[in-house]
C-alpha cells in the first residue's frame, strides 16, 4: 500500500474518531453526571460539557462536510453565515469550558479544601490566552499577506493560548496528585489531567512540526505519522469519560 492510499485511510479513520469520539465522552460523562456515585458527580458534569465543547470545536470541520456533499449550500463561505456560526459556537463553548474548569475546582475544594484562589487561576487564564493570541495575530501579521508567512504568524500567536490552556491542565493534574493518596472516588484522574496537557502540546507541536516541513522530501511520511498521532490523542478524553463512568460503580466510604 503506498503512502497515499495509507494517508487516506488513516484520514478516514480520523475524521470517522472527530464524530465518534465525542459523543462517546457525551455518553460516559452524562452516565457518570447522574450515577449513583455523588462523589463523581461533579466530575461527570465536567466531562458531559467537555463532549459538549468536543461538538462545538468541530463546527467548522461540520459546515466544511455539508457543504462538500451538497447538503448546505457552497455561497455560506461568501457572506457571513460561515463566520458567524463558526464564531457563535466558539464563544459557547467559551463560555461552557469555564463552568467545566469551575467544576472541577468545586470537586477538589469540596474534597481537599483547594483555595478559591486557583479556581480564578484556572478560570481567567485560557481567556488571558485567547487575548494575547489575538494581539500577538495582530502584532505579527504581515503586511505583505503572504499566506505561508500568514499561517506562520498564526501557529505562532497560537501558542499563546496553548500554553495557559496547558497550564491549566498542570494546575488540576498536581492539585489531584498532591491528594490522590486520601482521593478515593477518582484516584487516577490525575493521570488524566497529565494526558490531556501533553495532548495539547503534542496537537500543537504536530502542527508546527506539519507546517515546517510541508515540503521536505519525506512530507508524506511526516503527514502519515502526524495522522496516526492524532488518532491516538483522540482517544484521551474518551478514555477519562469512560474512567468516570467506570468509578460509579465503587462504593466511597463517607
Known sequence: MDLTRAIENVESVSSLLLIIAPCVVLIFGLLAAVGKNKNVRLLGLSMLIAGICAFLSRTSNLLVTLVDKEVLDRQIYFSDTYDN???MSGLIAMIISTLGRVLVWQYAHKEYGTKPVWCFVVV???FIGTFLQAVLNKMLIPAS????????????????????????????????????????AVPLYWLFELLFALAALLSYLMIIVEFALSNAEDAQGLKLFTDIMAIILQVVQPAAAFYLFRRQFKKVEE
Not at 501557529?155 to 493534574?173: E, G, H, K, P, T
Not at 492539585?175 to 478515593?184: A, R, T, V
Open 124 to 126: 481567567f487564564l485560557p
Open 85 to 87: 456560526i463558526v464564531l
Open 145 to 184: 499577506h503572504d499566506n505561508t508567512q500568514v499561517q506562520a504568524v498564526s501557529i505562532a500567536a497560537r501558542s499563546a493560548s496553548i500554553f495557559l490552556s496547558v497550564a491549566v491542565f498542570v494546575i488540576y493534574m498536581l492539585i489531584f496528585m498532591k491528594n490522590k493518596d486520601k482521593e478515593k
